[in-house]
């Protein structure tokens, strides 16, 4: 708990500056905005939004070199006219948003709803995005350093994302029409605990899940990639060329081979690490594997990517912020573990937590896992 504290402390100089608006589309008592597009447009950078429940009908947005948090109560969605976009742009380095627990609808129910990430230094992160009940949204990413995607749901045009630096966590994309449901271009992406699904089709092969042009793609945890299923011969799981890295407890699930001879692969145990929220107010993060290997397992506040000498994969964290929470072995079903309780108070609003594992050993050296992030609600 006191070593949170030193976390949070680190967030509360910033959170004390933010000001906090209420957007209510009922104007119900304490109500400063009505619609997502006037906040976006009225508030201060750095502000954080509140966004209670109701359906919010609104124009293609914008949030364009400004930080802000948006973090919606349950049941928020907001309809967008066709073609309907939601855009995150031009953010500096020392910029952040955040968004939590928002549904997105077009006013054409066939339509898939963008949204878009460009021109990005500083993190973007999108926790809990998803389409609501029978309407499609994908994501396009083009030149962003940092963005994560947690407990999110694409389905609709297919997702794509070009020379970006980009973690998913328990996500699942699919597509609606013949074509790739994830295509990367370049850049480097993170996969745990993800699904990834090619389009049935009615002809002799289905389509295939995901395309891969250039860059580095890891694949974590029980990660599913599968070749959409066809009258004839299922879709392939990868195509392309670039560099593939999977645990074996991912799956691919397509006929042989399952990877091109274009797509180098590694099939190899890796660090991971997830956070789960048990009770109010409670967060347990855990560094699962390699067996056997020492960890260590961290948390911090959100900073620009940091390069670890020795090490492939990168830190997301702000360094001075980070602090140890757990040392020991991860073991087969009891990895290393940490419970945290946040303390339940309102300047902690939207703080965005990330946790990271460090794995050693002598065959492998040092490794870092994927970052896993909680925003605090």
């Not at 599968?226 to 011969?233: R, Y």
Request: proline share 8%.
């Amino acid at each position: 708990m006191h070593s949170l504290l030193v976390v949070l402390a680190a967030a509360l100089a910033p959170s004390l500056a933010a000001q906090t608006f209420v957007v209510d589309v009922n104007n119900g008592p304490g109500t400063d905005y009505t619609s997502f597009d006037a906040a976006i447009s009225g508030v201060p950078d750095g502000a954080i939004l509140t966004v209670r429940s109701g359906l919010y009908a609104e124009p293609p947005l914008a949030i364009v070199g400004k930080s802000l948090t948006i973090v919606c109560e349950p049941q928020v969605a907001v309809e967008l006219p066709f073609p309907g976009s939601i855009r995150i742009a031009q953010l500096a380095a020392n910029q952040s948003v955040v968004i939590r627990g928002l549904a997105v609808q077009s006013t054409w129910i066939t339509t898939s709803v963008q949204i878009t990430c460009e021109q990005n230094l500083g993190p973007v992160a999108l926790d809990g995005l998803r389409p609501s009940t029978a309407a499609r949204c994908h994501l396009v990413a083009t030149d962003c350093d940092w963005l994560v995607v947690s407990d999110s749901r694409f389905y609709g045009t297919g997702t794509t994302l070009r020379n970006t630096r980009a973690v998913f966590e328990a996500t699942a994309f699919g597509v609606s029409l013949v074509s790739y449901s994830f295509r990367q271009f370049g850049g480097e992406v993170q996969m745990n605990d993800c699904l990834v699904l090619g389009a049935p089709t009615i002809g002799s092969v289905g389509g295939a899940a995901l395309e891969l042009q250039g860059g580095d793609l890891r694949l974590l945890g029980y990660t599913t990639i599968a070749g959409g299923a066809s009258l004839g011969v299922d879709g392939p799981c990868i195509e392309g060329t670039g560099t593939l890295r999977a645990e074996p407890s991912v799956s691919l699930d397509c006929p042989a081979p399952q990877t091109p001879a274009t797509v180098p692969s590694t099939l190899a145990a890796m660090p991971r690490v997830t956070t789960d929220q048990p009770s109010p107010g409670a967060v347990t993060a855990a560094l699962h594997g390699p067996v056997g290997h020492l960890g260590i397992l961290g948390v911090g506040l959100p900073g620009p990517v940091v390069a670890i000498p020795g090490v492939r994969d990168p830190a997301f964290w702000l360094t001075p912020t980070a602090i140890t929470q757990a040392i020991g072995v991860p073991m087969t079903s009891l990895p290393l573990a940490s419970t945290t309780t946040i303390p339940n108070n309102p300047v902690f609003l939207g703080t965005v937590l990330v946790w990271h594992g460090f794995t050693y050993d002598a065959s492998t050296g040092l490794q870092a896992s994927n970052p896993s992030l909680h925003v605090v609600d």
